[in-house]
């Protein structure tokens, strides 16, 4: 069967065309998240990689304040909103035109981030189901949303996850909350299968192989494997050791139909998407 994927979302009242696939560049203003964690927590450093991501070639900047690894630390509303607001408001004076998502699962942070910073996109771990005003916060803001899956939450996510079949349970998921998306008047979803959130290895390899299904959504898809466990658990060593084998996954990922890559290598993923281009055409 045949669909027709959605290949365009609304930023900033312009259509951006997402059939030559997209680089979001991480950007943690954590102390814990389990990469990078810690590293860019002053103005210079804020500064210094917004214009790496930018000068490698990334098409957005994904700013998170949450650190949602497994097994991660709760943090208020109040704190998160407080790196939030100081790293934006750098972002925003140094790269008025950067187009920035924010990644948040709190529809209080997601209203504030959009009136306050023009905050351009939403990217929810917790695909609205840790926040019920989410979706309808969303719908007013009229701003791209991505709708992630997650089994459980950050602090438990990863005790034992099963699934009968994780593809189809994820893709029933979907369509669950695409459909209450639309009922509060967002038209522009993205999905992100949700790597690492709730499954074990298999699991991940599983959604990679089948990601194709997943375009009976007809939604455009954000993929984010970067430098995660999937990869080094199974090759050893560490996140700090798994560049090669996220351009492998990324570059899989992209045969797959992936639209969004979010990663903290902008110049090897921005290689990926090039090399496949070139192959197609």
Known sequence: MYFKKKTTINLRGQLTDLSSPLVMG?????????YDGGKYTTSDRIISRVEQILQQGGDMVDLGAYSS???AVDISCEEEWARLASAL?????????????????RAEIAKKGVENFEVDMINDISGGLLDPDMFSTVGKLNVPYILMHMKGNPRNMQ???????????VSLYFSTQVEKLRQEGVTDIILDPGFGFGKTISHNYQLLNRMEEFDLHELPLLIGISRK???YKLLGGTAADSLN???????MALERGANILRVHDVKEAKECINLVAQLHK
């Open 26 to 34: 991480i950007l943690n203003i954590t102390p814990d998240s389990f």
């Open 69 to 71: 690894r497994p097994g």
């Open 89 to 105: 408001g750098i972002i925003r004076t140094h790269f008025p035109d950067v187009v920035i998502s924010v990644d948040t699962f």
């Open 159 to 169: 005790e034992a996850p099963t699934y009968e079949d994780v593809v189809k349970e």
């Open 229 to 231: 466990s999937m990869i």
């Open 245 to 251: 084998g996220t351009s492998v996954l990324n570059t």
